[in-house]
């Protein structure tokens, strides 16, 4: 196997749920050695969702924390934090997601461990940043996409919000993250000296918003409502349309080529013309339902075989089940195999994968704490110390 670009790299992950742990295994998965840390009586809260795997473990979390190790500690306790902040002299990342202010308590924020590692990558990822009036509010995806305007942009005219199916700030301030390390990391090797990173998923949120701040930042231009906009669907050329037998398929023909093609594929030569291409009110409506009617005339299969994807941009709406059996999705390996004690199992693959044969899920998911005594044995501590942490609950393995 080739080696992977982060081999070397420590990453000590002090996050749960999803928007840290993506980013994590990200890093993971392109070599870092990433240490999860823990509670020790509860651990991340993903190990108990839905669906679970043969040794108990949510496949969700099994697939977050691939090629991850795992130390439980109390950072509360005197023995814990010591721990951490050993681990952290060794560590070349840091990424934490608490609500801002409970790293400062627990005496692991930035400046303190930068007293011990004055290289360290440090990343807080949180909802609305470090500061403001927001910095104290609890919240979640929809919070933050909501604030950011881009719950507000998702919809049908003149109807409610729809909340998207997939988390996306979530995953975004996962994805911005995983820069930040890697811009630190390069930082810290020009100049030995560490960076701090403070992302909020709103400011990530309001950062994607460059379609539709110039309308609101230009007095004489009007800001769009729901779904009037080329990205939401304003227009026929950009739209779903149903199909017999109940599928979708998707049309994106911005570009008058791939309209005046479409047009002449679905027998509607008659509005294959540039002032048919963006229709406004009534032509829009007259427009949309031809090719909503001429669509419904057969199966999405049908569509597929029938049109030539090369000339028209035309694309099934893959339910989560069949997305796996896509030929697309099965050519690029977007589904790997992760090998388990009990089984092997089926994960999603990294989408950043350098060219060369290349191991990206080397490991499986960590009991809570499974390597604690490990971790722990690397440390300056002495063995009396390590197992009265164990006694007292400051840590725990899963055998004992």
Same mark, same amino acid.
């Given at each position: +196997?080739?080696?992977?670009?982060?081999?070397?790299?420590?990453?000590?992950?002090?996050?749960?749920?999803?928007?840290?742990?993506?980013?994590?295994?990200?890093?993971?998965?392109?070599? *870092?050695?990433?240490?999860?840390?823990?509670?020790?009586?509860?651990?991340?809260?993903?190990?108990?969702?839905?669906?679970?795997?043969?040794?108990?473990?949510?496949?969700?979390? *099994?697939?977050?924390?691939?090629?991850?190790?795992?130390?439980?500690?109390?950072?509360?306790?005197?023995?814990?934090?010591?721990?951490?902040?050993?681990?952290?002299?060794?560590?070349?990342?840091?990424? &934490?997601?608490?609500?801002?202010?409970?790293?400062?308590?627990?005496?692991?924020?930035?400046?303190?461990?930068?007293?011990?590692?004055?290289?360290?990558?440090?990343?807080?990822?949180?909802?609305?940043?470090?500061?403001?009036?927001?910095?104290?509010? *609890?919240?979640?995806?929809?919070?933050?996409?909501?604030?950011?305007?881009?719950? @507000? +942009?998702?919809?049908?005219?003149?109807?409610?919000?729809?909340?998207?199916?997939?988390?996306?700030?979530?995953?975004?301030?996962? +994805? +911005?993250?995983?820069?930040?390390?890697?811009?630190?990391?390069?930082?810290?090797?020009?100049?030995?000296?560490?960076?701090?990173?403070?992302?909020?998923?709103?400011?990530?949120?309001?950062?994607?918003?460059?379609?539709?701040?110039?309308?609101?930042?230009?007095?004489?231009?009007?800001?769009?409502?729901?779904?009037?906009?080329?990205?939401?669907?304003?227009?026929?050329?950009?739209?779903?349309?149903?199909?017999?037998?109940?599928? @979708?398929?998707?049309?994106?023909?911005?570009?008058?080529?791939?309209?005046?093609?479409?047009?002449?594929?679905?027998?509607? &030569?008659?509005?294959?013309?540039?002032?048919?291409?963006?229709?406004?009110?009534?032509?829009?409506?007259?427009?949309?339902?031809?090719?909503?009617?001429?669509?419904?005339?057969?199966?999405?299969?049908?569509?597929?075989?029938?049109?030539?994807?090369?000339?028209?941009?035309?694309?099934?709406?893959?339910?989560?089940?069949?997305?796996?059996?896509?030929?697309?999705?099965?050519?690029? &390996?977007?589904?790997?195999?992760?090998?388990?004690?009990?089984?092997?199992?089926?994960?999603?693959?990294?989408?950043?994968?350098?060219?060369?044969?290349?191991?990206?899920?080397?490991?499986?998911?960590?009991?809570?704490?499974?390597?604690?005594?490990?971790?722990?044995?690397?440390?300056?501590?002495?063995?009396?110390?390590?197992?009265?942490?164990?006694?007292?609950?400051?840590?725990?393995?899963?055998?004992?």
């Amino acid at each position: +196997m080739t080696r992977l670009p982060l081999e070397g790299v420590r990453v000590l992950d002090l996050t749960r749920l999803l928007p840290g742990p993506y980013a994590t295994q990200l890093l993971g998965d392109l070599g *870092a050695d990433v240490i999860k840390i823990e509670e020790p009586r509860m651990g991340d809260y993903y190990r108990e969702e839905e669906p679970k795997l043969a040794d108990g473990n949510s496949r969700i979390f *099994a697939m977050l924390n691939r090629n991850k190790r795992s130390i439980a500690l109390d950072l509360k306790d005197e023995r814990g934090h010591e721990a951490f902040m050993q681990l952290a002299e060794t560590a070349d990342v840091i990424v &934490e997601g608490f609500r801002p202010g409970v790293v400062g308590r627990l005496n692991i924020d930035y400046e303190s461990v930068k007293a011990r590692n004055e290289s360290i990558v440090y990343c807080s990822l949180s909802g609305y940043g470090q500061d403001g009036p927001y910095e104290q509010w *609890a919240g979640h995806d929809v919070n933050y996409i909501g604030i950011g305007g881009l719950l @507000h +942009m998702t919809g049908e005219p003149d109807e409610d919000p729809v909340i998207p199916g997939i988390p996306v700030a979530d995953f975004a301030g996962g +994805m +911005m993250t995983t820069i930040g390390a890697m811009v630190g990391l390069r930082s810290a090797e020009a100049t030995g000296e560490g960076e701090y990173f403070d992302l909020a998923m709103t400011d990530i949120i309001v950062s994607w918003l460059t379609l539709y701040a110039p309308y609101v930042f230009d007095e004489t231009a009007s800001p769009p409502e729901r779904g009037g906009t080329m990205p939401a669907g304003k227009y026929p050329c950009y739209a779903v349309y149903a199909t017999a037998g109940g599928g @979708h398929l998707t049309l994106g023909a911005m570009e008058y080529k791939f309209w005046e093609a479409t047009c002449e594929a679905l027998g509607l &030569e008659e509005y294959a013309n540039p002032d048919d291409h963006f229709p406004e009110g009534k032509r829009s409506a007259e427009i949309r339902a031809a090719l909503a009617e001429a669509f419904a005339e057969r199966t999405r299969e049908e569509w597929l075989d029938r049109l030539d994807p090369e000339a028209i941009p035309v694309a099934p709406v893959n339910d989560v089940g069949e997305v796996w059996d896509d030929p697309q999705v099965r050519h690029r &390996e977007m589904v790997t195999e992760m090998e388990t004690e009990d089984e092997s199992v089926p994960v999603v693959n990294t989408p950043i994968r350098p060219e060369g044969d290349h191991d990206y899920v080397r490991s499986e998911h960590p009991g809570l704490g499974e390597q604690s005594a490990e971790l722990l044995a690397e440390l300056d501590i002495d063995g009396e110390t390590i197992e009265s942490m164990f006694e007292d609950g400051v840590t725990t393995e899963p055998e004992r």
